[in-house]
């Protein structure tokens, strides 16, 4: 007869590893989707700042609510963020679509201001992009 485990899977155990899986996923879409800085990302997505960065960090988990605004930020599935042990690491496509835009915004800023060095910067970031997808 199989004697049971010693140590048992804590619930909390599977609950700390979601909410890490979740901050990896989060990280990577921010990442995917060409935001540079935690603050930039939570402008995007709506959320506070602080609540933003204890998301990605892990301190904190999110809701579906949140998981939504993430989704539509980042231009990620939103199974793939909210269900990291479910889903394979398909769901990031649309992000590489939200970083085409921001480029491009970033780009039409620069001209309309005049800004050379924000042009140049844009130009070098939207050169990069471009090449990896070659």
């Known amino acids: 007869m199989p004697q049971p485990s010693p140590n ?4 909390a155990d599977d609950r700390e590893k979601l909410i890490a899986a979740r901050a990896a996923r989060l990280r990577q879409a921010r990442i ?5 800085t935690l603050r930039a990302a939570a402008k ?3 959320i506070i700042e602080d609540t933003y960065r204890a998301h990605e ?3 904190n988990t999110f809701d579906a609510d949140v998981a939504l605004k993430y989704s539509k930020a980042f231009g990620v599935d939103l199974v793939w963020l909210m269900l990291p042990g479910l ?9 590489d679509t939200v970083r085409a835009t921001r480029l491009l915004e970033q780009l039409v800023v620069a001209l309309r201001s005049g800004d050379i060095r924000a042009l140049a ?4 970031e939207a ?5 990896k997808r070659r």
């Open 8 to 11: 048992p899977p804590h619930p």
């Open 87 to 95: 889903t394979d690491e398909t769901g990031i496509e649309g992000a």
């Open 32 to 36: 995917a989707a060409g935001f540079k």
């Open 44 to 46: 995007k997505s709506g």
């Open 121 to 124: 910067n844009a130009t070098e």
């Open 57 to 59: 960090i892990g301190k």
């Open 127 to 131: 050169e990069q992009f471009l090449s």
